[in-house]
């Protein structure tokens, strides 16, 4: 299938991580050991994304309905 115009060429490559000096390595964060998010972790935060979506919607839609009281 022939590639869209629409698409990049760029290549992302992990380079060597900087050295640090001395004094900085006391306040030095360790290196993450997992560099993307996991397909269980996307598909919940998907879930809860479609979920709060449909509950802002419905909101909405019911808002203007509701008694104010008066």
Sequence with gaps: MPRSS????FV?????????PPAALLVSLPEAP????SALATRWVLR???FLLVVFAALCAI???IPSGE
């Design 63 to 65: 808002g203007p309905h």
């Design 48 to 50: 809860a994304t479609i």
């Design 6 to 9: 629409a698409q990049s060429d």
């Design 34 to 37: 997992v560099h993307q998010a």
């Design 12 to 20: 992302v490559r992990r380079e060597a991580p900087v050295a640090l």
